[in-house]
C-alpha cells in the first residue's frame, strides 16, 4: 500500500474509518539499495513486484473463496496482524516490522495475539502454491484489502511489490500488537498504535474493523461460546459477534458501541 504507517486507509471515502482501508504498511518494503550484515557482508534487497496477472488471477481466486467459506472477517485480521507489527522508529528492515509475510511461521503464529490465524494460512496456502510469484506479504494484503471489498467496504487502491522475510529468525517478537484486556485500556492502544504513526482518530476509526467478526473465548478470552446471530451463522459457527450483521463492512459497530460513550 502507499508509504506511512498506518494500516488502512482508502482515499475515495470521506467516512474516517473508511480511509483507513488501504494498506500504508508497504513502507515496511526493504530499499533497494544493499545495507551491511553482519562483518563485511552485505545483502540486496530488491522490492521485487508481485506478478500483475498473478495478483488478478489471484483476487478471482480469494473472492470465490470468500463466496464459498465467507471467511471475509478472518482475512482482514490476518493482513492487519502481518502489517501491525510496523515500528515507525527502527529504519533497518525487516526489524522495524511491518507487512513482509513474517506471520506464516510458526513462530508467530503461536503469538498470543495470533491465537486462530493459523486456519487463514491455511486458506491462503494453496492460492501462494496456485501462484508462487505472489509474495506471502502482498498476498495477504490483498485477501484483507478483497475481503473488505466483498463485504461491502469501499474498493482500495492497493501497491504491490511487498518483500517476504526468509526465516523464522526475522519475525518479530511478541507483544507488538493490542492485548486482549490490559489493565489500561487507552494507554495500552496508545502504546501500540503510537508507535505506528497512528494518532487518537485513526485508533478510533481502525477498532472500526471490528464490525466484522466475532469474538472467541479460546483464542482471546474474550465473549461467548456462542449467540443469536453466531450459533447457526455462515462459515464457521459460534463466537460473539459485535454487530447483528457480522459479515458486513459498515459502521455499525460505532452505533453499537455509542451507548456505552455516553
Given amino acids: 500500500g502507499p508509504s506511512s504507517s498506518a494500516f488502512f486507509r ?27 550484515v553482519g562483518r563485511g557482508r552485505s545483502v540486496r534487497c530488491m522490492a521485487a513486484a508481485s506478478d500483475a496477472a498473478q495478483l488478478k488471477a489471484a483476487r478471482e481466486d480469494i473472492r470465490e473463496l470468500l463466496n ?18 510496523y515500528d515507525k522508529n527502527i529504519n533497518d528492515w525487516p526489524e522495524r516490522g511491518g507487512a513482509n509475510g513474517s506471520l506464516r511461521f510458526d513462530v508467530e503464529l503461536k503469538h498470543g495475539a495470533n491465537a486462530g490465524l493459523v486456519n487463514a494460512l491455511k486458506l491462503m496456502q494453496p492460492i501462494k502454491d ?10 495477504f494484503q490483498l485477501a484483507s484489502a478483497t475481503a473488505i471489498e466483498e463485504a461491502g467496504g469501499p474498493k482500495i487502491p ?21 492485548d486482549a484486556g490490559p489493565s489500561a485500556p487507552a494507554d495500552h492502544l496508545r502504546l501500540v498504535f503510537y508507535r505506528m504513526g497512528l494518532d487518537d482518530k485513526e485508533i478510533v476509526a481502525l477498532s472500526g474493523a471490528h464490525t466484522l467478526g466475532r469474538s472467541r473465548p479460546e483464542r482471546s478470552g474474550w465473549g461467548k461460546p456462542e449467540t443469536k446471530y453466531t450459533k447457526n451463522g455462515p462459515g464457521a ?5 459485535w454487530t447483528a450483521e457480522w459479515l458486513k463492512f459498515d459502521n455499525s459497530y460505532f452505533k453499537v458501541s455509542a451507548p456505552f460513550n455516553t
Avoid at 459457527?237 to 459477534?241: D, F
Fill in 158 to 178: 492497493m501497491k504491490y511489490g511487498r518483500v517476504d522475510v526468509t526465516g523464522p529468525e526475522q519475525c518479530p517478537p511478541e507483544g507488538k500488537l493490542p
Fill in 10 to 36: 482508502s482515499s475515495s471515502s470521506s467516512s474516517p474509518a473508511l480511509r483507513l482501508v488501504s494498506l500504508r504498511a508497504a513502507s515496511s518494503r526493504p530499499s533497494q539499495k544493499a545495507k551491511s
Fill in 68 to 85: 464459498t467459506t465467507h471467511c471475509h472477517p478472518i482475512l482482514v485480521r490476518l493482513g492487519w496482524h502481518d502489517s501491525g507489527t
Fill in 130 to 139: 496456485k501462484y508462487p510469484s505472489i509474495t506471502y506479504a502482498d498476498l
Fill in 237 to 241: 459457527p459460534g463466537g460473539q459477534s
